[in-house]
């Protein structure tokens, strides 16, 4: 059975870091990009970026909205992928789901988190 | 940017009606690259269709998408009580991303 299982979400004030690990299981971690959506409070779906496989060179990319503060890691021998968001803004509260997508990232997410919240606020 | 418009923004509908959700891309959606995903309250997304017209695992053939280009549809044949909830729809063939803002269908 395919498990994403986010950690590392909470309170934190602007400007400060946070890092929000994606623990996968029940498949081949490796052989997939995996991505992050977000979802502010009430609000619709947002796009956050994804990292490829290695089979893809490990890319990433990002929203303009983070470009430049989030990045997307992996550790495929710990099957976990990583968001690491800098200088936080208030406006980055929201729900964090890490989603599995095809090998490239240009591909649907077939697999939900159940996602981790995050609060930027002083 | 392609920017994707959902429509209604709220169907009111009764069980066993029709469900018409339309999706319509700023710029044509490369390869049908287009997504559906149903999210109920306090739980996460999830893909109903894929490549504009392929269900995802295990969805029930009520769900059906069709369309090409700029122009989607989601139709659900006949609704169900737990199909009661708020859909989006995805382009994923072009960075960046990008998510329709949702259609709630809620009970009449």
């Known amino acids: 059975e395919v498990q994403l299982v986010e950690s590392g979400g909470g309170l934190v004030q602007p400007g400060r870091s946070l890092r929000l690990s994606c623990t996968a299981s029940g498949f081949i971690f490796g052989d997939y990009a995996m991505s992050w959506v977000r979802q502010a409070p009430g609000k619709g779906l947002e796009w956050v970026g994804f990292?490829?496989?290695?089979?893809?060179?490990?890319?990433?990319e990002n929203a303009a909205s983070v470009k430049g503060r989030f990045t997307i890691s992996r550790d495929d021998s710990k099957s976990i992928a990583y968001l690491q968001m800098n200088s936080l803004k208030t406006e980055d509260t929201a729900v964090y789901y890490c989603?599995?997508?095809?090998?490239?990232?240009?591909?649907?997410?077939?697999?939900w988190g159940q996602g981790a919240l995050v609060t930027v606020s002083s | 940017e392609i920017v994707l418009t959902q429509s209604p923004g709220t169907l009111s509908l009764s069980p066993g009606e029709r469900a018409t959700l339309s999706c319509r891309a700023s710029q044509s959606v490369s390869s049908s690259f287009l997504a559906w995903y149903q999210q109920k309250p306090g739980q996460a997304p999830r893909l109903l269709i894929y490549g504009a017209s392929s269900r995802a695992t295990g969805i029930p053939d009520r769900f059906s998408g069709s369309g090409s280009g700029t122009d989607f549809i989601l139709t659900i044949s006949r609704l169900e009580p737990e199909d009661f909830a708020v859909y989006y729809c995805?382009?994923?063939?072009?960075?960046?991303?990008?998510f329709g803002g949702g259609t709630k269908v809620e009970i009449k």
């Open positions: 989603t599995r997508v095809g090998r490239n990232g240009y591909n649907k997410g077939d697999y």
């Open positions: 995805q382009q994923y063939g072009s960075s960046p991303l990008t």
């Open positions: 990292i490829s496989s290695k089979t893809y060179g490990g890319t990433t």
